[in-house]
């Protein structure tokens, strides 16, 4: 079905701004600062996980300043809702990380199910040591683990939905130039 785009319109007129393009800046400067400073001598294997790790990863990579090898992976479990579902794996790694160290980026530790999962995945598939970078965590008390938390985090989130820098409303809004949350969610 197509989107209503009179809704979508509606929905960035609307939305409360959490966080300014020039925060989100500031944040991943902060996030590559301590990547740099840990993962220099790592060689890792660096996934972006699409779609939402996208931007994010795309702004992030040039301020990292060591040799790296860069692919990506799909998993979804939200597919244009706000809720989330059954986790499912459009694309799993290509690229061999056998006895390499990873690092997972994506745009939002949410209940964690994605993230939870992509880390299992990468220790079973022979990673030495899986790290993990995301923009946003959300602050509630629904992580699929209670000690579940990224290696690197750019900023947190109140319990809200939330779009921009990667993350969708309906699929749309990845690009909004901010995080902002839906009025009402
Ligand atoms: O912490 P969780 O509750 O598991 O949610 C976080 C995940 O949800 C989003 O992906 P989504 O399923 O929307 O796929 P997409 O990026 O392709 O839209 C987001 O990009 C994270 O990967
Ligand atoms: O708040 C959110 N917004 C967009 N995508 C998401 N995926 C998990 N949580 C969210």
């Known amino acids: 079905m197509s989107a209503d785009l009179a809704h979508i319109r509606q929905i960035m007129a609307e939305a409360d ?5 020039a925060q989100v800046e500031a ?3 902060q996030v590559a600062e301590a990547i740099n400073g840990e993962l220099a001598e790592s060689n890792p294997v660096v996934f972006c996980v699409m779609n ?6 795309g702004k992030l990579l040039p301020k990292l300043g060591f040799p790296l090898e860069l692919s990506y992976l799909h998993a979804t479990r939200y597919r ?3 809720t989330g579902g059954e986790l499912f794996w459009k694309a799993k790694p290509e690229i061999s990380f056998i006895d390499r160290e990873v690092l997972i980026i994506d745009d939002i530790l949410d209940e964690g199910h994605t993230l939870s999962a992509i880390i299992e995945f990468c220790k079973h598939a022979g990673a030495t040591k899986v790290h993990t970078a995301v923009l946003i965590d959300k602050q509630h008390d629904r992580k699929a683990r209670p000690d579940l938390k990224a290696n690197y985090v750019g900023l947190p989130c109140e319990d809200r939905f939330i779009f921009g820098y990667g993350m969708d409303y309906k699929g749309y809004w990845r690009n909004a130039a901010g995080i902002f949350a839906v009025k009402g969610l």
């Open 17 to 21: 701004c959490l966080y300014t393009d």
């Open 27 to 29: 944040a991943i400067d």
């Open 80 to 82: 244009s809702e706000t």
């Open 52 to 57: 939402g790790g996208l931007i994010f990863a």
